[in-house]
T-cell receptor
Framework: DTEVTQTPKHLVMGMTNKKSLKCEQH?????MYWYKQKAKKPPELMFV???????INESVPSRFSPECPNSSLLNLHLHALQPEDSALYLC?????????????FGPGTRLLVL | AQSVTQLGSHVSVSEGALVLLRCNYS??????LFWYVQYPNQGLQLLLK??????LVKGINGFEAEFKKSETSFHLTKPSAHMSDAAEYFC??????????FGAGTTVTVRA
């Protein structure tokens, strides 16, 4: 099974709201990723967790706060977002450790910031 | 650093015709190469991957790709397009650092 699940599917929030995106995988993967994708563009890497530790932060604004409570779950906490943060947010997972790995993506959360 | 270039941002084919999507890579080491497909309002689905085993890779939905080191290419083909193949296709290359470098994407439309 190569399934990554994400909730919610859609989210509308105001600029003063706090919300969270959730991602879950049960493939035993030890690396998890957050991507942001704007329309008609490829995904852009935001964060990577490896063995539940933040491994990569691609200079993402602090209004985005990732969290990895355990090896199966990944959250993205959102606070004081801007309209330009509206996008599709994708979660992915892969086997952990160094070396070349295959990433498997979830269906995404479509976020609209008003 | 690894990178890929997809030639052609939009490809239009007739139903039943050959689908050919072009991808060229740049890598200083043997690469892992991927093709992903994204249907409207969905996430990315892995079509196929090259991991230095066989140079001709077969994927899902009748797609295949051939790794050509001499041409630094990894083009995606399907012999006969179906209406359900209409989607966005991304070529990507993986490094040792967890990072996937994506091409700009190619939109495929299928004409009846």
């Amino acid at each position: 099974d190569t399934e990554v699940t994400q909730t919610p599917k859609h989210l509308v929030m105001g600029m003063t709201n706090k919300k969270s995106l959730k991602c879950e995988q049960h493939m035993g993967h030890r690396a998890m990723y957050w991507y942001k994708q704007k329309a008609k563009k490829p995904p852009e890497l935001m964060f990577v967790y490896s063995y539940e530790k933040l491994s990569i932060n691609e200079s993402v604004p602090s209004r985005f706060s990732p969290e990895c409570p355990n090896s199966s779950l990944l959250n993205l906490h959102l606070h004081a977002l801007q309209p330009e943060d509206s996008a599709l947010y994708l979660c992915a997972s892969s086997q952990g450790g160094s070396g070349l790995k295959t990433q498997y993506f979830g269906p995404g959360t479509r976020l609209l910031v008003l | 650093a690894q990178s890929v270039t997809q030639l052609g941002s939009h490809v239009s084919v007739s139903e039943g015709a050959l689908v050919l999507l072009r991808c060229n890579y740049s890598s200083s080491v043997p690469p892992y190469l991927f093709w992903y497909v994204q249907y409207p309002n969905q996430g990315l689905q892995l079509l196929l991957k090259y991991t230095s085993a066989a140079t001709l890779v077969k994927g899902i939905n009748g797609f295949e790709a051939e790794f050509k080191k001499s041409e630094t290419s990894f083009h995606l083909t399907k012999p006969s397009a179906h209406m359900s193949d209409a989607a966005e296709y991304f070529c990507a290359v993986s490094g040792n650092d967890y990072k996937l470098s994506f091409g700009a994407g190619t939109t495929v439309t299928v004409r009846a």
